[in-house]
Each structure stands twice: as structure tokens, then as C-alpha cells.
């Protein structure tokens, strides 16, 4: 029996199999990806099939994948939870610039505030962790923000769990986000701490980019169960751990509708292990 939601930071219940929007945008996250009224007419479908967590980001586009679910889902209807991330400035659709100073990460939160159509956001993730900036000070200028009402948890995308240790030590983190799939587990010390935590772990490549697809077993298992073989990719997630919520984003209505039919795939414990052998 696996669990169909999560309460995000304890408070907000989600479906685990979410919607990410990355792929609205061109190749590198950058400019549009087609007409704008397709990107709509995905994100209404997600929302129509019971997804209930949005995952965007400000550098996607930069700025349009934010302006799309404005555009689709404003007003949000009840329950949908948005969460989006700051602290990657881009130039180009290869140049990823991270800047976690507490001045920039309040404008491009209030930005990403302005463009959503929101008061507060649900979740807003640091997209990097910097550097040069004291952790201290970065996730201090996210709390001041929270304190403010324009953000309702933290989360940190792409950390150790030595550094989301540290996090932890000086706030509250609601959610993660690292590279994790059927076969790359790199980040499995850190899916251990947050499930001791109770952290949402929002894996991203949830489908390997596309590499899941050729992997045999998995293609046996699917033939079997009479699926794709990404919908055992995703299925395996969400049987894997109770607090892991994959965010598959595509730019394609038959593709979505694909996805979230993954969460009515139920493995077999013999399934499970052998796919749990892969990694």
C-alpha cells in the first residue's frame, strides 16, 4: 500500500506525483518552447487530472514558466500548492549564475511573487546553495520573508545531507530537490534524512531524461504490467520512499496524461526487488 499524498512542511497535503514546468521552456530551460496557449492548456490539464503541487522556477525562461501558470491556473483553485525557486540568475541557455545574496534573494522572490499572482508562495526553494555567501545569511534572508507572509516554507535544491544537516540546524526546510531515479541513487543518504525529518524530496530527472526507457528490465516489468516503461520508473518512486513526490514536467497533453497515470501502477514485492536491484 503506498500513500497517495504528503503534507508538505506538516500543514499542506499534495498528491505525491506533481507537475514540474520546466519543459514549457526551449532547449537550456531558455525562451518559450512553442505557442503559449499549449503550455496553458498542459498545466490546466495537470490541475483537471488532480495534480495539487506545481514546481516552477524564476530562471526557467527565465521568468516564462512562472508567467505560464499564472496565465493557466490564476485564480488557483483551492488546495493547489506552487512552489518555485530563486538564487540562478541566467544569461543564456548555457550560463547558470548562482547568487544567494539576502538583497537578491528578496527581489527575486518578490518577483517571482509578482509574476505568479501571489501574496504569499507555498514553497520557495534556494536553487543553489552559494558559495561565497554564508549559509546563515541566505537562509536568514528567507526567513526574514517567511516572517514577512511572502513565503510559507523553505525548501534547498541539490544539497548533501551534510548541508541540509546544517540547514537544519538554522531553520525549518520543508522540501528538497536532487537528482534521483531507478538508477542513480547517489542522493539515497540524503532521502534517509529526510525521511527521518519528514522532508518532502522532490527528485528531479524523475525519468533519468529519458534514459529509464531502454533499460530492459524495466521494459520487461512494464510489458507485464501492460505500461510504459517511465510509468514503472515513476510508480517505483512512489512505492520507494512515503516522502518522495517526482515532478515530472513535459510540453506534451499525451505525455502528462501518461505520467500521472503512473500513480495508479501498484508493483508487485517482486517487482519491487528487482527493480530495487538496479541501483
Known amino acids: 500500500m503506498i500513500r497517495e499524498t504528503f503534507a508538505l512542511g506538516g500543514q499542506l497535503p499534495v498528491r505525491r506525483l506533481g507537475y514540474g514546468t520546466a519543459q514549457l521552456t526551449g532547449p537550456g530551460y531558455w525562451g518559450p518552447r512553442s505557442d503559449a496557449r499549449d503550455a496553458v492548456a498542459v498545466l490546466r490539464r495537470a490541475v483537471e487530472l488532480g495534480v495539487t503541487l506545481i514546481d516552477t522556477a524564476d530562471n526557467y525562461g527565465p521568468s516564462i514558466a512562472e508567467e505560464l501558470v499564472a496565465e493557466a491556473l490564476h485564480p488557483y483553485p483551492e488546495g493547489l500548492v506552487i512552489a518555485t525557486k530563486g538564487g540562478v540568475v541566467r544569461t543564456s541557455d548555457s550560463a547558470w549564475h548562482v547568487d544567494g545574496r539576502p538583497e537578491r534573494l528578496r527581489a527575486m522572490c518578490e518577483a517571482s511573487l509578482r509574476r505568479l499572482r501571489l501574496d504569499t508562495v507555498d514553497l520557495y526553494q534556494l536553487h543553489r546553495l552559494d558559495p561565497e555567501v554564508p549559509l546563515a545569511e541566505q537562509l536568514g534572508a528567507l526567513d526574514e520573508l517567511r516572517a514577512e507572509g511572502k513565503i510559507r516554507h523553505i525548501g534547498l535544491d541539490t544539497v548533501t545531507d551534510e548541508q541540509l544537516s546544517a540547514a537544519l540546524e538554522l531553520t525549518s526546510v520543508a522540501s528538497v530537490q536532487n537528482r534521483y531515479n531507478l538508477l542513480d541513487r547517489s542522493s539515497e543518504p540524503l532521502l534517509k534524512l529526510c525521511e527521518a525529518h519528514g522532508i518532502a524530496f522532490l527528485p528531479w530527472f524523475p525519468l533519468g531524461n529519458g534514459s529509464l526507457t531502454s533499460d530492459p528490465v524495466c521494459a520487461e516489468i512494464a510489458a507485464a504490467h501492460g505500461t510504459t516503461p517511465g510509468q514503472i520508473a515513476l510508480a517505483w518512486l512512489l512505492h520507494r520512499s512515503p516522502v518522495l513526490c517526482p515532478t515530472p514536467g513535459t510540453g506534451s497533453l499525451v ?20 527493480l530495487d536491484s538496479l541501483g
Open 255 to 274: 505525455h502528462l496524461e501518461e505520467n500521472l497515470a503512473a500513480g495508479a501502477v501498484r508493483l508487485a514485492p517482486e517487482d519491487k526487488s528487482r
